[in-house]
C-alpha cells in the first residue's frame, strides 16, 4: 500500500495549489468583506457555499485525476498486476486522496482559524468555531471523491446510472450546507453515512474491475443510485410544480399576501397586500370584514380612507443556538453618540458581553469597549434567545433569556428592565417565543412564557398605566409599565397570528389563533381577560391562503414511504416531536373521525401507490436480469419503501445479460451461463471447421466450467 | 498432460463487450517451462484473452487459472510470480528509471537490482532519467527490465517489440532467451513478428476473431500444416471440396493452397480438382498468414473465393 500511496502523491501532489490557491482566496475575500461579524448569518458571502463549491471541486478532480488515467488497461494493469491486494492499492488511492485533499482543503480551513484566534476580537467579532459548519461541508464534500471514482469506474451509461453517484455527493454537500448551521450533529451524521456508502461502492467498483459482483458493492451502488433517482425527480417535480404556479400566483407581475387582521374595531379582517417598492414593505389595499362561517374573500373592497388595522403584537421566532454562531448582533443599525462617531454593538455569547466596536476607516472596526453585563445576564448563551431594537433615546434593548435588559448607548452598565421569572422554562420551542410590536412605539415590547404574556410598555394612557405595573425609571425612559396577562388555554396550545390590546373594552385582550388540527380551515377570534377567561369566542373561514397554494397532508403521501419514516424518525430523535400530520389526523380522528379518514384517504392512497407501481416493475426487472428468488425478495422490499426510484435502481445494479440464440434449441439463452438454461445444450462447443491444430497428445482440461462475471 | 504442468489453462473462456463477442469458448494450455507464441491479427482478441488471465478483466462465462490460481482471484504471493509487460510498454510519465525500481521492488519480493541496473545499462537509460523524455526503445528497455528484474516464474508479454528499432528488437529477443533458459521459466508471448516467434517459441497459439484455431507445438504445427501449387484456377464450388482449406489465393492462372491436417484424402481431392498439383515449402510465415487473413474466418471460405474472382 505504501507504493501505492507514494506513486499516487507523486503523481498528483502538483495539482494541490490549484485546489488550495480558490481555497484561500475565497477566505481571505470573506475576511476582508468588511462585516463585523465572521459568519455564516446574514452574510452577503456564505463561508460554507464557497467552501462547499470549492471543496466539492476538489474532491472531484482529485478523484477523476486518480482513476480515470488508470482506466487504460495498460496502466490498469501496471497498477494493479503486483504483490498487493486490489484492496490495498484501493485502500493507498484513498489515503493519498484524503491526504491530497487535507492538504487542499482541510489546511487553508485550520490556517484560517489560526489566523482567527490568533487576532482575537480587537478588530472583528471573529472566532475560529465560525469555521464549524465550513469544515463539516468540507467534510461532506469529499463524498465527491468516491463519487467521481464511480462515475469513472463502474460500467454503465453515462446518460443511464453513471453520473448518479456524483448527483448523490452533490445533494449530501448541499443538504450538510442547509442542515449544518441548524442540526450540525444530523448533518454530520448524514454526511458520514453518505461519504462511508459511497466509499464501499466506489471499493467494490474498484475491486471488481468495473463491475458489481458483491452484496455490499451492490447495496452501495443501489442506495446511491436510489437517492440520486429520488432528488433528480423530486427536483423534475418541484420545477414542474413552479411553472403550473407561476401564472397563478402573479397577477400582471403583483404578488399578494392575505392575510387575517385586527380591523379598528378590533374585529377580524381580510387584507390584501402589495409589495410597495416605495414603501419597502407590504400595503394593504382591500380589506372586508370577516363573517363567521362564510368566506369573504370575493367581497374584498378598496380600502377606504382613515381606515387602518389595529396595532397589534406580533410573535417572532427567535434566534437559537447554532454552531458557529458565537456572536451576534445587536441591530444593524449605526448608533451615533453626540460626537458623530458610529458605534456596533455585538453580543458575545461566549464572554457574557457586550462588545463595543468603534467604526473608523483603517481598521474599519475597532474594539471600544466590552460591556460585561451583571450576573442576571450571564446566561445569554445557554438559551440563545435574543433581540434587540434602539429606543428613541438610542439605547439599545436586548432580550434574552433571562429578561430584558437596557445597554446605554453612553457606555455605562448594563440595566435589567425586566427579569423572566425563575419558574419559567419553557423559553425555547413554540412555546417560548418572545416577541415585539412591529410599529414604532416609544417603547412596547412582549414577552411569552409558558400560558403568559408581558406587555412592557411606556407612554400609556393614564387609564392603562393604572393598571400596570411600574418597573421603575431606568437610562432614556421615565417609566416602564408591565401588564401580565394569562392565556387562555385556546389560545396557549394554537398558533397565534396576533394579540392586542381591546381599543373599546378597558381591561380586555383579543387574539387571533390558527387550530393547529385545522389550522388551513379556519381562523379563531378571541376576546379575554387578564386571568385567560374567554369573553368572547368566533369561528371564521380561512381565507387567507391563495387557491393555488399547495396545502394537505395528503402531499407527505407522494414522499417515498422509506424517506418519510426516515424524515419522521429522525424528526422525533432531533426535536421529540411527533410529525406534524400524524399528529393531525390522531388528534382529529378523536373528534371527527369522518373528517380524519378523509384526510387519511388521499395520503394512504399516494403512499401505496409507489409500492404498488415499485413491486410489479421490480419482478419485471429482476426477471429479465435473472435474479434468484432471495435477490428478488430483497429487491421487492427495497421497492416497497423508495417505490419506483428503488425498483430502477435495480436496472442499474445488475447489468443487462445479453442472450442469444441456443445451437441445440435456437432459444435466446443467457450468454453468460455455460449451457442453455432450456435444454441444457453446452454454449462451450462450437462447430468445428477442420481448420483447427491443436496438440495430439492433449488431454482433455479438468477445469470445472461455472458461470461468472453476472 | 499433468495439472501441475500447467502453468496457464483456460477453459471456455468467453468475453462480450456488448454484442461483440471479444473471445469465445477459448480452451488453451501453456505448459510450464516453454515459451508459447500467441499470434492473431489487431482485435482478434489476445489482449483481451491477457487481461482475463490476470484478473484484470472478468470473464462472460468460463474460467483461467494460473499458476494453479483461479485468475479472477489472484493473491498478492501468486501476482509475484507473474511478470506482465503491458503492450505499448506503458510507463508512468512522471516516472524517473529509478522510481521504476522502487515501484516494482516494494511489491515484488524477489526483486533483482543487479539485473534492472544491468539492463537499464544495455538500454543507455539513465536511473535519473524522466521517462516521459526518454525514447521509446528506451521505454521499452525500462519496461521489460521493470518486468524481468521480478524474477518471474510465468512471464506474460503483449507484444515486447513493438516500437523497438531492430536492433532493440534483437536484444529483447536475445533477453528473453536467456531468461526463458531455465526449465521452470514459462513464457506467453503475444506478438506480430513472426520471425521472433521462429527464434523464441516452442508453441504457437492462434486466435482468430476470439476462436482459438491452433495451439500446438510448433514442429507439430508445421507438419500438420501443408501447401500446393496448381497450375490453374478454380471456383469455390471446387473449393469447398477440400478439406481442411485454410487459404487459396490465385494469380496468373496459378492457385496456391494452404490446408490444414493434410493426408492422403486431402491429397486426393486436389488431385481430382487438377492432376498437376504439387507440394510447396511453407515458411512459419506464410503458414500463420493463411490463418490471419480474413478468408480464414470460419465459414467464410466461399464467399471470399468469389471475392478473389
Known amino acids: ?710 | 498432460m499433468r495439472q501441475d504442468n500447467i502453468a496457464i489453462r483456460t477453459q471456455g473462456l468467453t468475453r462480450y463487450f456488448g454484442h461483440n463477442a471479444a473471445l469465445r469458448s477459448l480452451t488453451l494450455d501453456v505448459p510450464r517451462g516453454q515459451v508459447t507464441a500467441l499470434i492473431g491479427h489487431n482485435g482478434a482478441g489476445k489482449t483481451t484473452l491477457i487481461r482475463m488471465l490476470l484478473g484484470l478483466l472478468p470473464p462472460t462465462r468460463g474460467r483461467a487459472e494460473l499458476l494453479g490460481c483461479d485468475s479472477q482471484s489472484l493473491t498478492p504471493e501468486v501476482r509475484a510470480r507473474v511478470g506482465y509487460l503491458a503492450e505499448g510498454h506503458f510507463l508512468w510519465g512522471w516516472m524517473k528509471a529509478r522510481d521504476a525500481a522502487r515501484l516494482q521492488r516494494e511489491t515484488f519480493p524477489r526483486w533483482d537490482q543487479t539485473l534492472f541496473d544491468s539492463m537499464l545499462e544495455f538500454f543507455g537509460v539513465a536511473p535519473h532519467s524522466r521517462v516521459a523524455q526518454i525514447s521509446r526503445g528506451q521505454r521499452a528497455g525500462v519496461s521489460l527490465a521493470m518486468t524481468l528484474a521480478t524474477d518471474p516464474e510465468l512471464l506474460v508479454l503483449d507484444d515486447p517489440s513493438m516500437g523497438l528499432d531492430p536492433v532493440a528488437r534483437r536484444a529483447v529477443v536475445e533477453g528473453l532467451l536467456a531468461f526463458a533458459r531455465r526449465d521452470d521459466r514459462t513464457i506467453l508471448v503475444c506478438t506480430h513478428l513472426l520471425d521472433d516467434v521462429e527464434r523464441l517459441a516452442d508453441r504457437i497459439a492462434i486466435v482468430s476473431n476470439g476462436r482459438l484455431l491452433v495451439d500446438a507445438g510448433l514442429a507439430e504445427f508445421r507438419e500438420r500444416i501443408g501447401g500446393w501449387m496448381l497450375d490453374a484456377e478454380f471456383g469455390s464450388q471446387q473449393a469447398a471440396q477440400i478439406p481442411g482449406l485454410i487459404d487459396l489465393r490465385q494469380a496468373r492462372g496459378r492457385t496456391h493452397l494452404v490446408v490444414a491436417n493434410h493426408d492422403s484424402e486431402t491429397e486426393a481431392a486436389i488431385q481430382r480438382i487438377s492432376g498437376t498439383a504439387r507440394r510447396e515449402d511453407l515458411t512459419l510465415e506464410d503458414a500463420v498468414l493463411a490463418y490471419l487473413r480474413p478468408a480464414a474466418m470460419v465459414g467464410s471460405i466461399s464467399e471470399a473465393l468469389e471475392h478473389t474472382r
Open chain 1, 1 to 710: 500500500m505504501k507504493t501505492i500511496i507514494w506513486k499516487e502523491l507523486r503523481e498528483h501532489a502538483r495539482w494541490i495549489p490549484l485546489g488550495m490557491i480558490p481555497m484561500i482566496i475565497f477566505l481571505v475575500l470573506k475576511w476582508r468583506s468588511n462585516e463585523l461579524i465572521f459568519d455564516e448569518y446574514g452574510s452577503s458571502l456564505s463561508l460554507s457555499s464557497l467552501v462547499g463549491l470549492v471543496a466539492s471541486g476538489v474532491a472531484l478532480c482529485l478523484g477523476i485525476l486518480q482513476s480515470w488515467p488508470d482506466q487504460r488497461p495498460a496502466a490498469h494493469a501496471l497498477l494493479l498486476h503486483r504483490g498487493i491486494t486490489a484492496n490495498a492499492a484501493f485502500c493507498g488511492k484513498l489515503l493519498a486522496g484524503l491526504l491530497l485533499y487535507t492538504i487542499a482543503v482541510i489546511v487553508p480551513l485550520l490556517g484560517m482559524a489560526m489566523f482567527i484566534a490568533s487576532v482575537g476580537i480587537e478588530h472583528r467579532a471573529a472566532s475560529p468555531s465560525a469555521l464549524l459548519p465550513a469544515a463539516l461541508i468540507s467534510i461532506a464534500a469529499f463524498g465527491c471523491w468516491p463519487a467521481s471514482l464511480l462515475v469513472v469506474q463502474r460500467d454503465a451509461w453515462f446518460l443511464g446510472s453513471r453520473l448518479m453517484p456524483a448527483v448523490t455527493a452533490a445533494v449530501v454537500v448541499l443538504a450538510c450546507g442547509a442542515l449544518s448551521t441548524d442540526v450540525f450533529w444530523l448533518a454530520c451524521a448524514i454526511s458520514l453515512v453518505a461519504i462511508v456508502g459511497l466509499l464501499v461502492a466506489a471499493h467494490r467498483v474498484f475491486v471488481d474491475s468495473g463491475h458489481v459482483a458483491t452484496g455490499l458493492g451492490r447495496a452501495g451502488v443501489a442506495v446511491t443510485v436510489t437517492m440520486a433517482l429520488m432528488t433528480v425527480m423530486s427536483c423534475v417535480v418541484f420545477v414542474i410544480e413552479l411553472y403550473r404556479r407561476a401564472p397563478a400566483s402573479s397577477n400582471g407581475g403583483v404578488n399578494y399576501l392575505y392575510a387575517a387582521d385586527f380591523g379598528p374595531d378590533g374585529e377580524p379582517w381580510l387584507t390584501r397586500s402589495f409589495y410597495s417598492r416605495l414603501m419597502n414593505g407590504y400595503e394593504v389595499d382591500q380589506v372586508a370584514k370577516m363573517l363567521p362561517g362564510r368566506s369573504v374573500r370575493e367581497q374584498l373592497q378598496p380600502v377606504e380612507e382613515g381606515w387602518r388595522q389595529l396595532d397589534k403584537w406580533s410573535i417572532f421566532m427567535m434566534y437559537s443556538a447554532r454552531p458557529g454562531r458565537r456572536f451576534a448582533s445587536l441591530g444593524n443599525t449605526t448608533v451615533a453618540n453626540s460626537s458623530g462617531q458610529a458605534y456596533h454593538l455585538v453580543l458575545d455569547t461566549r464572554l457574557d458581553a457586550v462588545l463595543l466596536y468603534r467604526v473608523g476607516i483603517n481598521p474599519r472596526y475597532r474594539l471600544e469597549a466590552k460591556l460585561l453585563p451583571p450576573p442576571p445576564v450571564a446566561s445569554f448563551g445557554e438559551a440563545n434567545t435574543h433581540m434587540s431594537r434602539f429606543d428613541r433615546a438610542g439605547n439599545f434593548r436586548l432580550v434574552s433569556s433571562t429578561g430584558v435588559y437596557c445597554i446605554p448607548n453612553s457606555g455605562a452598565d448594563v440595566e435589567l428592565i425586566y427579569a423572566v421569572p425563575s419558574e419559567s422554562k419553557h423559553l425555547g420551542g413554540s412555546r417560548g417565543k418572545f416577541g415585539m410590536q412591529a410599529n414604532d412605539a416609544p417603547f412596547e415590547l412582549l414577552l411569552r412564557h409558558d400560558d403568559r404574556i408581558v406587555l412592557l410598555e411606556s407612554d400609556l394612557d393614564s387609564e392603562t398605566a393604572a393598571r400596570a405595573q411600574s418597573l421603575g425609571e431606568f437610562s432614556g425612559l421615565d417609566e416602564v409599565l408591565r401588564t401580565e396577562v394569562r392565556l387562555p388555554h385556546e389560545v396557549a396550545t394554537a398558533s397565534m397570528i396576533g394579540f392586542a390590546r381591546d381599543p373599546l373594552r378597558a381591561d380586555s385582550y383579543l387574539c387571533l389563533t390558527q387550530d393547529p388540527l385545522q389550522h388551513d380551515k379556519s381562523i379563531h377570534w378571541m376576546r379575554f381577560d387578564e386571568s385567560g377567561q374567554i369573553k368572547q369566542h368566533e369561528l371564521y373561514d380561512n381565507d387567507t391562503q391563495t387557491a393555488e397554494v399547495f396545502g394537505g397532508e395528503w402531499a407527505v403521501g407522494a414522499v417515498p414511504p422509506g424517506v418519510w419514516a426516515i424524515g419522521a424518525a429522525l424528526l422525533i430523535i432531533e426535536t421529540g416531536r411527533t410529525p406534524p400530520g400524524i399528529a393531525r389526523v390522531w388528534e382529529l380522528s378523536k373528534s371527527d373521525p369522518s373528517k380524519a379518514a378523509a384526510m387519511l384517504f388521499p395520503f394512504l392512497l399516494l403512499l401505496l401507490l409507489q409500492p404498488m407501481i415499485g413491486i410489479p416493475l421490480v419482478v419485471w426487472a429482476a426477471r429479465r436480469r435473472s435474479l434468484d428468488k432471495w435477490s428478488t425478495r430483497q429487491w421487492i422490499c427495497w421497492a416497497f419503501w423508495f417505490g419506483p426510484c428503488g425498483s430502477l435502481a435495480l436496472l442499474a445494479v445488475y447489468p443487462r445479460i445479453l442472450r442469444e440464440p441456443c445451437g441445440g434449441c435456437h432459444r435466446a439463452t443467457r450468454i453468460n451461463l455455460a449451457s442453455c438454461e432450456h435444454c441444457g445444450h453446452s454454449l462451450d462447443e462450437t462447430p468445428k471447421t477442420g481448420i483447427e491444430i491443436f496438440d495430439r497428445n492433449t488431454n482433455t482440461p479438468t477445469i470445472v466450467t461455472q458461470p461468472a462475471g453476472v
